[in-house]
Nanobody, 121 residues
Framework: QVQLVESGGGLVQPGGSLRLSCAAS????????MGWYRQGPGKQRQLVAT???????NYADSVKGRFTISRDNAKKAVYLQMNGLNPEDTAVYYC???????????????WGQGTQVTVSS
C-alpha cells in the first residue's frame, strides 16, 4: 500500500512563510507527477502546484511568484515553500502523487491526509 504523509502546516501571520513537506512510502515502483492541492472553508479542492519527475512545474495563478514547489526523487518527497501568505491561503493542503506500484500496473493517484494552514493575525 502507498502512503503520503504531509507535515509543516500551522498558524502564520499575514506576510509570513511556511514550508510543507510530503513523503511517499510503501510499495512504489515509480512516481510521475506530484502536487499540492488545497481546500478552503466552503470551497472545492483546487490545484496549487504540480511538478513532473524531471522538475517541470505548474502553478495556480493565485500563488505564482509566492509559492515554490520542489521534489527530491531519491526521498520520494515533494515540498511547497509558501511566502507572502495571506488569509485567502487558509485551507487544508493535500499532497498528491501519481504512482505505479509495479512496472506493469497503471498509474494511480494517491492523496495525503491533509495539513491545515491558517493565515491570521
Amino acid at each position: 500500500q502507498v502512503q503520503l504523509v504531509e507535515s509543516g502546516g500551522g498558524l502564520v501571520q499575514p506576510g509570513g512563510s511556511l514550508r510543507l513537506s510530503c513523503a511517499a512510502s510503501g510499495s512504489i515502483f515509480s512516481i510521475s507527477n506530484m502536487g499540492w492541492y488545497r481546500q478552503g472553508p466552503g470551497k472545492q479542492r483546487q490545484l496549487v502546484a504540480t511538478i513532473t519527475s524531471v522538475g517541470s512545474t505548474n502553478y495556480a495563478d493565485s500563488v505564482k511568484g509566492r509559492f515554490t514547489i520542489s521534489r527530491d526523487n531519491a526521498k520520494k518527497a515533494v515540498y511547497l515553500q509558501m511566502n507572502g501568505l495571506n488569509p485567502e491561503d487558509t485551507a487544508v493542503y493535500y499532497c498528491n502523487a501519481n504512482v505505479k506500484i509495479t512496472r506493469w500496473d497503471p498509474q494511480r493517484g494517491y492523496w495525503g491526509q491533509g495539513t491545515q494552514v491558517t493565515v491570521s493575525s
